[in-house]
Structures are given as structure tokens and as C-alpha cells.
Nanobody, 116 residues
Framework: VQLQASGGGLVQPGGSLRLSCAAS?????????MGWYRQAPGKEREFVAT???????NIAGSVKGRFTISGDSAKNSLTLQMNSLKPEDTAVYYC??????????WGRGTQVTVSS
């Protein structure tokens, strides 16, 4: 399984970005969930948001109300709409694909920088 993430960049505080992730490859095993995680410099990777194959989402408290996750299980794609961005949202954002056996696949990450 390969994951291609896109949409990162530089944005001013209060701005918006949309991240997209598409899974491809040997998708013979069905998806359990897809999600976004992030890692800021000097910090551990942390959970941002996930969506399971039934469309149920879970969003971290630090971004709730500002970030929205959506996905298309048929296309194995995932989107993270990020609004009202803050400097503390600056991080490398990673897409994660979990198959029905519980195996995780990770994308290479996309940089999000929030700065004036």
C-alpha cells in the first residue's frame, strides 16, 4: 500500500489548508480506517483525526471545531480540512492507512507551517 499526501504549505495564522491522501497499491485487504497524525519538531507524533470504514470520525481535542476529516472508502482517499490555523499546528502531517488486519501503512508526510 502506498500513500500519497498533498496539500501542505505555508499559511498565515487564521488561514486554511486542505490535506489530501490517496491510497494505492495492493489494496486486497479492505480498509479499517484512515487518519492523520502530525509531528512537530522535538515532539512525538500525535493523533489528529481518523475516520473508519463506516464513516465514523474521531478528532483530537486540540483541533476540534477547526479541523474536519472526510473520506471516501471506495476510493481509499482522505481529506483533512484545516481552518483557523494556529502556529502550534505547525508540523509534518502524516497519513495513516490501517487495513482490516490491523496493519498500518504510513505516508511520507507533508509539511504544514503556520507563520506570519
Amino acid at each position: 500500500v502506498q500513500l500519497q499526501a498533498s496539500g501542505g504549505g505555508l499559511v498565515q495564522p487564521g488561514g486554511s489548508l486542505r490535506l489530501s491522501c490517496a491510497a494505492s497499491g495492493s489494496l486486497f485487504v479492505s480498509v479499517d480506517s484512515m487518519g492523520w497524525y502530525r509531528q512537530a519538531p522535538g515532539k512525538e507524533r500525535e493523533f489528529v483525526a481518523t475516520m473508519n470504514n463506516e464513516g465514523l470520525s474521531n478528532i483530537a481535542g486540540s483541533v476540534k471545531g477547526r479541523f474536519t476529516i472526510s473520506g471516501d472508502s471506495a476510493k481509499n482517499s482522505l481529506t483533512l480540512q484545516m481552518n483557523s490555523l494556529k502556529p502550534e499546528d505547525t508540523a509534518v502531517y502524516y497519513c495513516r492507512y490501517r487495513d482490516s488486519y490491523g496493519k498500518d501503512y504510513w505516508g511520507r508526510g507533508t509539511q504544514v507551517t503556520v507563520s506570519s
